[in-house]
């Protein structure tokens, strides 16, 4: 009797515990490279090619170029690789490109959230992200992609342009490559992902939540360092998926 109930107990105890593990959600992020490696280690090599993507449906993505020399960002399978010749910045919207850092997911369907007022600076949309995902019941803990469309009042970007002679890497001189700039008034779609691990997604130390952009007019691409906001955007948070 007594090895009967042992034997019921861990049957117990093995069915609550299998019900506390969280499963995999279908819009779960993959990481390609580690942004402490391309700093400590000056690691700027290809790990992975946009091409080996290319199939993948309903693909949403934020990553650097091989080498520094631009951003991507890939909005529902479609790629926008800003990079900078000649003083400006060059859109290109082809597959051909390669990155040393990526970070991507798959999502079929999106939950549409209006964003309030209230949230006008890149802090405030960083803890509005946060509290919408758990409102959710999206793990904050696991890299997850977020998406902001609309029109934003301000959009302070950059596209990195390393210099291949320059051996000796800093997060300052990469934040520092480069141009900059600022879009006022700008309609775009930002590509986000988040994680309160921010390795995870890329991130610098001072942030969870890591965005690039493009413009509806695909004038304007790259990184978004700062974010104003005046109420013209939508949040959309993924939603699980059980057709892949």
């Not at 700008?186 to 965005?211: N, P, S």
């Amino acid at each position: 009797m007594k090895i009967q109930r042992f034997a019921t107990s861990i049957v117990l105890y093995l069915v609550l515990f299998l019900l506390s593990c969280n499963s995999p959600e279908s819009y779960n992020a993959t990481t390609i490279g580690q942004e402490e490696d391309l700093i400590k280690k000056g690691d700027m090599t290809t790990h992975i090619s946009l091409k080996d993507l290319q199939g993948n449906p309903h693909l949403f993505a934020i990553g650097s170029v091989t080498n520094l020399k631009g951003f991507i960002v890939i909005d529902d399978g479609k790629p926008f690789t800003s990079s900078v010749q000649n003083g400006s910045v060059v859109i290109d919207s082809t597959w051909n490109t390669d990155a040393t850092l990526l970070v991507y997911s798959q999502v079929e369907q999106w939950k549409e959230i209006s964003i309030p007022d209230t949230v006008k600076t890149y802090k405030n949309l960083e803890g509005f992200v946060l509290r919408s995902a758990i409102e959710n019941k999206i793990d904050p803990d696991v890299a997850f992609p977020f998406l902001l469309k609309g029109m934003a009042n301000s959009i302070h970007w950059r596209v990195s342009d390393w210099d291949p002679n320059d051996k000796v890497v800093t997060n300052k001189k990469v934040k520092s490559s480069g141009l900059k700039g600022i879009a006022d008034s700008v309609k775009t779609t930002i590509v986000g992902f988040y994680c309160t691990k921010e390795y995870r997604v890329l991130a610098e130390h001072d942030t969870k939540m890591h965005l690039h952009f493009v413009s509806d007019d695909r004038q304007v691409s790259g990184h978004a360092d700062d974010i104003s906001l005046n109420g013209g955007m939508k949040l959309y948070l993924p939603e699980e998926s059980h057709s892949k």
